[in-house]
């Protein structure tokens, strides 16, 4: 903005109020640099942001230049002098500016410049803290590189399809999955030549289910491509997802790519094994046995001498069959043969060595024919091979502990849930830490372990996918965990991938999550304090309006109030005094005229009369002292507190030596107030201190001061931050009184004890109390009955 300074004084006035009500609402460091007189004036912001008080700051602009770090000052400097030196209207510029202790905060800084008669007399600005911005906007790119890492370590391709004009947008190992197609050709329809022939109307009715608002299926699709440039024939798993605007229609359709070339290749192998083993059994059956135990002849069919031997033609005697034993497996038969001799039932797997040396699995099942002596007589059975069976079990238990090893390399929180019930399996550390449980929770139902998960999203999803076979993926989903034993909000980025079985039901589902609290949350408070800018700036002119209109009014209204303080003033020391004077004259007329003709019961009342007529003038003395206690700001001065005592103390000269009571005063200092109700103030203090004297011992009073350090002033309400205080304290050896109603004998017409023991209108202390605080000071007292009485007051001094 650019001013000039040729409008009226009182709008000047007005816009100076206006800019001190701006510095005070908002958050930024306000600077005001008049250029004529060469001095830098900062709001009270200075000190939350940078630690720097503003009364502690040189005025000059070397207070500005000389924070301002080495490497960024001499730019920012001749920019500033540029623009003053031209003429122009503002300037901006990002720097580095140096805190109370050292530090450096990245700053925005931006002023305007007023001019007057076409030259630049002032410049006002505002300094802005943009350091939580630059280290949220450093951790956003540090997770977005991490992500990206891990999806490179994961070999992940992205892509991403404008449905509008069709072009694809594909990252480099997206294109390689593609055999890396030139840019030219990367519109749908080039691409879609490159899908298998066989394959191209499954992912085209997949894509259109996607894009179709009615449906917006999740695109999950298994497919060949044949290399643009290579020629290789891949198999990819492609996932993704359209969006939509609010009116249905599509404007982004993205998602990744995986290669399964190896899988694909693998499964096709292990089904193709399955498939011979199962004609291999179909074929050859299992082979029979009968052991005559008395002669141990053994009668066998040629399939069961081929599962031992190999060869249907071998010539099966019970050596050949135990040397056939792979001797490993000796010790299994031994076994499982004194368990039959027991239950009459063999049972068995073991390995047998075949004529030609290869090694294959059997299984035994047999059983005892007993005599009617219940002697064992012979044990027949059957054999099968099972070596197929047991090699697929030991290429499935090697794919598992690969899988397992993938899991607990995974760059990113990965974990498996097993069956309907979700059991817990291989979770690895990053997933531990997500969840904050420990391992203790594998091998339990994930709803037992994780009980908060009841009423969010994720078990619904879960049983969902378990029933329907089709992957889930979200961004920025907000999860509630018990970590360290409280519940606690994150947000995360997160995909269930079901597995499924060579039947083509799903055993497990996958889950592999990247926690993006820190962005979710960077990206809400952003959202978050934008909104407030705009309502702020909205608003502003309507506030400042409505302030300006609420000061006048209380202006008036102060106005109004000090007119009726003065006719009470006036009334109280002309009207109602006038009524008292007549009492105390007529009544000392009675007593010197008629004296003589009163009882001693007239007397009495007659005294009570002077008594009570003399309280009440003393009273409304009081209340006149206390009511005329308003001070402005511009009354205040330099004011020698010992003169003010020794003044004091003339004034008690006569009651201090009917008291007989020593007073002692050290070294008073100067303290920055008004003079004459600092007077009221010691006078009270010290005529208290004398009237309220324990009548079997001397009294003493002392009256001394200390200065009052940081800390301590820290403690206390409602001082000056800019000056320097002093703590007075005025102690006596007097009857003292019970701190509990310390409060209370700061009041209006507030006593501790009655007027027959001790004189006074109850109001010294409160006008004591309204002085303090028209000095922006603090009073407050010590005490225990009979011990005396310590009063400390805390006072201003000179800056």
Partial sequence: MTGTLNEPHDDLLLAIERFKLVAKATHDVIWDWDLEKGTVWW????????????????????????????????????????????????????????????????????????????????????????????????????????????????????????????????????????????????????????????????????????LDPAQRSTYNVRYRVIGAKDGIMRWLHCTGQA?????????????????????????????????????????????????????????????????????????MTREILLASLHPDDVPIRDEAYREAADNGELRYEARFIWNNGSVHWVRVLGRYLYDSLGKAVSLSGIVMDITDRIESEQRLKVNEEHLRTLIAQAPVATALFVGEDMVIDIPNEAMLKVWGKGDAVIGKPLRVALPELEGQPFLDILDRIYRTGEAYSEQGARADLVVGGKLQTFYYDYTYKPLKNAAGEVYAILDMAVDVTEQVISRQELERSEERYRQLASELEQRVTQRTNELHQANIELVNSNNNLQQFAYAASHDMQEPLRKIQSFSTRLQSTYAGQFDDNGKYMLNRIQDASKRMSAMIDDLLAYSRLTTREGEFSAVALGDIVSSVLADLEI??????????????????????????????????????????????????????????????????????????????????????????????????????????SGIGLALCKKVVQNHHGYITAKSRPGEGATFIVYLPQPV
């Fill in 43 to 210: 709001n009270e912001t200075m000190e939350e942001i940078f630690g720097y008080k503003p009364k502690e700051i040189e005025s000059g602009p070397k207070s500005w230049f000389d924070r301002i770090h080495p490497d960024d000052q001499e730019r920012v400097v001749n920019k500033i002098y540029g623009v003053i030196e031209k003429g122009e209207s503002n300037w901006a510029d990002n720097y580095r500016f140096r805190r109370s202790d050292g530090s450096y905060a990245q700053v925005h800084d931006r002023g305007y410049t007023i001019q007057r008669e076409g030259k630049p007399v002032r410049m006002v600005g505002s300094m802005m803290d943009i350091s939580p911005r630059l280290r949220a906007d450093k951790a956003l790119k540090e997770s977005e590189e991490n992500l990206k890492f891990a999806m490179h370590a994961a070999q992940l391709g992205t892509w991403n399809l404008n449905p509008a004009d069709r072009w694809a947008f594909f990252n480099d190992r997206c294109k390689e999955l593609f055999g890396n197609p030139d840019d030219k050709d990367m519109h749908y329809d080039t691409l879609a030549q490159l899908i298998h022939p066989d394959d191209r109307g499954r992912v085209s009715d997949a894509i259109t289910r996607a």
């Fill in 243 to 315: 969006y939509f605007d609010q009116s249905g229609v599509p404007y982004r359709f993205s998602g990744i790519s995986r290669e399964i070339t190896s899988e694909i290749t693998s499964q096709e192998k292990i089904a193709w094994a399955d498939q011979q083993a199962a004609m291999t059994i179909e074929g050859s059956g299992a082979g029979s046995f009968m052991v005559a135990l008395g002669t141990n002849e053994i009668i066998y069919s040629p399939t069961m001498a081929r599962i031992i031997t190999g060869s249907e033609k071998s010539n």
């Fill in 655 to 760: 009651s201090i030596q009917e008291q007989n009571t020593e007073i002692t005063v050290r070294e008073m200092p100067v303290v920055w107030g008004n003079g004459q109700q600092l007077t009221q103030l010691m006078q009270n203090l010290v005529s208290n201190a004398i009237k309220y004297r324990l009548p079997e011992q001397e009294s003493t009073i002392q009256i001394a001061y200390r200065n009052v350090e940081d800390a301590e002033k820290a403690t206390l309400p409602k001082l000056l931050p800019d000056h320097r205080y002093i703590r007075l304290e005025v102690s006596d050896n007097g009857i003292g009184f019970d701190e509990t109603y310390l409060d209370r004998i700061f009041q209006m017409f507030q006593r501790l004890h009655g007027r027959s023991e001790y004189s006074g």
